[in-house]
C-alpha cells in the first residue's frame, strides 16, 4: 500500500486568498509529482522534483509554485486564489530505477479544490 | 508531441459480459506502459507495467497487452466492483508519465 498523503482532501476557499496544499510520502522516494485533473479529464502534470531543492514546470501551465525542501515533502501554493483553479490535485512519487526498469508512480487521495 | 488516447470513452458491461480497453500511443522514447484504475474522488491506483511488444501481465480478471503503437487491457468476466475509471499513461524521458483521457467501465449486476 502506498504511504503518500494530501492534505487537505476538500478545500472550499475564497477568491484572492492564499492556499498551501500538501503533500507527504513515507517511502523515501527522490522523484514527486503534482498534477492537475479536472472531472472526467485526464491528468496533467504541472510540476515534478527530482529530489531536494529541485523543482521543475510541467506539461499545463499553472500559476502555482512548489517547493521541495525535504525529500517527503511537496507542498504546493497558490498566492492568491482564483474560480479558474478550481480542480483536483493530485500528488504522485515514485522511487529508484532499476535496470531497464521504472517505478511506477503512486498517487495520493488527491485534493478538491474548490474556489468561490 | 507525445499523446495517448483511450478508447472507448465510457463502456457499459453486464456482469460477465468480456470486453476490452484500447490505448493507442504516440510517445517518443517510450520507456514504459502503465495501467491505473482510478475510483470516484481519489487518487490513481496501479494496476501494470509494460515495456515491450509482445509482453502481457495479468491480475484477477484483467489483462494487458502491448504492440508498437497501442495497449489492451481485456477484462474477462467482469464483476460490479471492477466499475471504476481505467487510465493508461506512457512513460517517457525523464520519468514522467503521459496520461490519456481515461475509460470509464460500468459493469451492471
Known amino acids: 500500500e502506498a504511504d503518500i498523503y494530501q492534505t487537505p482532501r476538500y478545500l472550499v476557499i475564497g477568491t484572492g486568498k492564499k492556499i498551501t496544499l500538501e503533500c507527504s510520502q513515507t517511502?523515501?522516494?527522490?522523484?514527486m509529482y503534482w498534477y492537475q485533473q479536472d472531472p472526467g479529464m485526464e491528468l496533467h502534470l504541472i510540476h515534478y522534483s527530482y529530489g531536494v531543492n529541485s523543482t521543475e514546470k510541467g506539461d499545463l501551465s499553472s500559476e502555482s509554485t512548489v517547493s521541495r525542501i525535504r525529500t517527503e515533502h511537496f507542498p504546493l501554493t497558490l498566492e492568491s486564489a482564483r474560480p479558474s483553479h478550481t480542480s483536483q490535485y493530485l500528488c504522485a512519487s515514485s522511487g529508484p530505477l532499476g535496470k531497464d526498469r521504472y517505478s511506477e508512480a503512486f498517487f495520493g487521495q488527491g485534493t478538491r479544490l474548490t474556489v468561490v | 508531441e507525445d499523446q495517448v488516447t483511450q478508447s472507448p470513452e465510457a463502456l457499459r458491461l453486464q456482469e460477465g459480459e468480456s470486453s476490452s480497453l484500447n490505448c493507442s500511443y504516440t510517445v517518443s522514447g517510450l520507456r514504459g506502459l502503465f495501467w491505473y484504475r482510478q475510483d470516484p474522488g481519489k487518487g490513481p491506483e496501479f494496476l501494470f507495467t509494460?515495456?515491450?511488444a509482445g509482453e502481457e501481465k495479468e491480475k484477477e480478471r484483467l489483462k494487458a497487452t502491448l504492440t508498437k503503437k497501442e495497449s489492451f487491457l481485456h477484462i474477462t468476466a467482469p464483476k460490479p466492483e471492477d466499475s471504476a475509471t481505467y487510465l493508461c499513461?506512457?512513460?517517457?524521458?525523464?520519468?514522467?508519465?503521459?496520461f490519456g483521457g481515461g475509460t470509464r467501465l460500468m459493469v451492471k449486476p
Open positions: 499513461a506512457g512513460l517517457r524521458a525523464g520519468n514522467m508519465l503521459t
Open positions: 517511502m523515501g522516494h527522490d522523484k
Open positions: 509494460l515495456y515491450s
